[in-house]
């Protein structure tokens, strides 16, 4: 702000810092947006990958099993991430018993993945609470999110019997929405 | 055939912008006025083409025609008349083309209003802002269009487009989805548009700047005629700040009204550079300083009312607002570094010209105490800023994402904001160029010793909190020293002119609005300010269980918990669970509440909405939630309790704002008259150097 009589043809410090300030801070928005809206898949192969399911969850399929996402080709896929302390990831995992349970005899499997910086007792109570028993495992070192690109929790991707990535949901799915989907994919 | 009317018409919309922006340049290139006056008719026509589209869809949003996407995303047939047409701007393409409706219409607005006056002008401010106007149709058309239709095709597949698909027939929905119930609120449904109104009000003293800059007409005149405008978006500004605090207070049900979420800090960022430059502007006008500063102020809170929709809405930042994921953001970004880059360009070849009138004379001087306050104005934005992007940042600089959390912003703004306060009572005091120490002292004397007699009070009464005795005081000095500024005028009215007080203390008001009416602004915020000091040091909790007939107490109160109600709502629409409760001080009922919680089943799957129950005074709101309840019998049900000192002062210290507001925006006769007589003898815009 200080302003004293300029000379001629004097390149305004104070003035350029800003344009080059203002420049950084678009460039790193455009980073930023770069990794949010073409990173993540939305169509196409659903990338493949290995995970162990929690083996002290009763009543849980696979417990103490790796499955691989390969591994169920022919099947329809909900992969959802999620973590306990994640509020919109509670009414989505009833909503995913609800719907493993209703349709698991017609191909349709739910895999869920726990967020990297979750796993431990919460996690644990958090599966108890909702009965959980579709399989579940710890994303050790974010391998899957980064894989699919995840920018936070609860995302959910649907893949279908060709092993496909047919919808995306980057915030909480609505169930009506999910049945419909389904519902496309050929599941009454 | 709405659908088709609404198409039309957004095209043609847009197409009429882009001519009066092309037209508006054209004309200062030919130097002819009649493509000028083209131009304006232009935007006039852009505007009534909006109107009709958005008329188009407020229609189809009342019909409930579900063969849109929008109508079935954002309403359903349980929805009523207010929450049909309040879906207008309830989703991503309906708020677009409400944005473009209030951006048109103030830049209409704005191009009548200073036609006569600012001629030289209007090429560039109808450039501007229909520049905008036209960027934001072409989202509108082009990537979020809110007619949109379902079509199906013979093997069943549903596409969605605006324009029919060959071999496809239009498919309606039976149902819609609905709004969200967290939106279903009164402080919710109108404060995305007063948001808008603050946000597009502060396009048009940007575009008066870069006129101004363009023209090389760098005298206060763009100042001068986009004060009103600046002083009126900042009032809407406001206003959205505080329903949007409302809404949280009243119905996330956490106990608290600001979360420094990125949403509400993006909000926040242009209402701390657009109060700095209400004060910063006074100076150029009185002294004839600070104008590249002015600039550079009104080019970054331009850049920050487009960057803080842009980041809420491409899910840059991660918030617990759940905006939809857009494909917008990458044309935002390429707009507002375009637009910023042209405005950064034509400051940087009149940088030399924008020289400063005067120096300071003294730093016991209003004007540099305008500075310091501006300095403390752009602190609080950088470290809001930084706190706000810091995941962004951290994680492209270390790889791990670092969310600054409420702790961050309170240690860091807290002490800024209270420098401000400190500020706000100073100012009034001083004179401008310079003022001798001697009269510093005397008018500092009574706001001094009122507040720390306000201190000692608080201090008597039991409060030993030292950062809340600190922030009352400083705060309290505040507002004793407005107070005592519309005292001395009453009192040298009713010596000069035997005016009686109160007559007195009315004309203050009648002979200089914007001082007066700002003083009054000063003394809501000072209110506001005891509020949110009140409210945040002084919260106290307790989660307990009761049976029937048990009850909890906390300072003071004693909360009975008499039953619970549950059952479907008589339209099936949810399930509701209500607790009764009684709320006893000192022996006595004052209060039965019935916090409740409702279970929307049905299309949301199962979302949850906690409406909590308050009892409200003066001296603060006893807030209770009901957290969870058994199934069978009245055994166990859960409750916490919030006891929010002082919290009621912010809503009435708001209101206090936009009377203190509007006082000072509201037209004045005197000014005008003035002002057209100097346009007659060819005065106007002539520097005013007091």
Known sequence: ?188 | MLAEIGIVTETLALLAAVYAVVAALWSVQKRERRWLHSARNAVAVSWLMITAALLALLIELINADFSLLYVYNTTDRASDLALRITALWGGQAGSLLFWSWIMGAFALAAVLSNWDTDRRFMPYVIAVTIGTLAFFLSLTVFFENPFDRFWQDPSGNVIVSALQPPNTWPLAQRDGLGMNPLLRHPGMLIHPPTLYLGYVGLVIPFAFAVAALATGDLSPRWIRATKTWALIAWLFLSLGLLLGMRWAYDVLGWGGYWGWDPVENSALLPWLTGTAFLHSVLIQEKRGMLKKWNMVLIIITYLLVVLGTFSTRSGIVSSVHSFAESPIGGPMLVFLAVSVGIALWLLFRRWDSLRSEAELDSVFSREAFFIINNMLFAGLTIATFWGTYAPIFSELLTGEKITMGPPYFESVNGPLFGVLFLLMGLAPLLAWRRTSTRHLIRALAIPTVLALALVVVIFISGTRHPVALLGFGVVGFAGFSTLAEYWKGAVARHRSRGEPYLLGLLNLFKRNRHRYGGYLIHLGIVIIAFGIIGSSIFQEETQQRLAAGESLVIDGYEMVFEGLDQGMAPDGSKYVVQARVSVYQNGQLVARLNPRRDIFINPHGAQDLTSPSVYSTVGGDFYVILVSWEEIGDEGTTFKVYLNPLVGWIWWGGVILVIGTLIAVWPDRRESRIRSRALATGLAGSSEVA
């Open chain 1, 1 to 188: 702000m200080s302003e004293e009589p300029a000379k001629k043809s004097r390149i305004p410090i104070g003035l350029v810092l800003l344009a080059v300030l203002i420049v950084a801070v678009l460039a790193v928005m455009a980073w930023r947006l770069s990794i949010v809206s073409q990173g993540r898949p939305t169509s196409g192969p659903a990338p493949d990958f290995s995970m162990t399911v929690f083996d002290d969850i009763e009543g849980m399929e696979y417990a103490g099993e790796t499955i691989t996402l390969s591994q169920f080709r022919g099947q329809i896929v909900i992969l959802n991430f999620w973590a306990s302390w994640c509020d919109p990831c509670r009414d989505e995992a009833e909503a995913l018993e609800n719907i493993w349970r209703l349709y698991r005899d017609q191909g349709l499997i739910v895999i869920g993945v726990d967020h990297a910086a979750d796993g431990g007792p919460a996690a644990r109570e958090y599966m108890l609470e909702f009965g959980i028993s579709y399989p579940n495992g710890l994303d050790m070192g974010s391998k899957i999110g980064d894989l699919y690109h995840i920018t936070g929790v609860p995302e959910t991707f649907v893949i279908d019997r060709d092993g496909n990535i047919v919808e995306v949901f980057v915030r909480p799915f609505r169930e009506s929405e999910m049945l419909d989907i389904l519902e496309r994919l050929g599941v009454e």
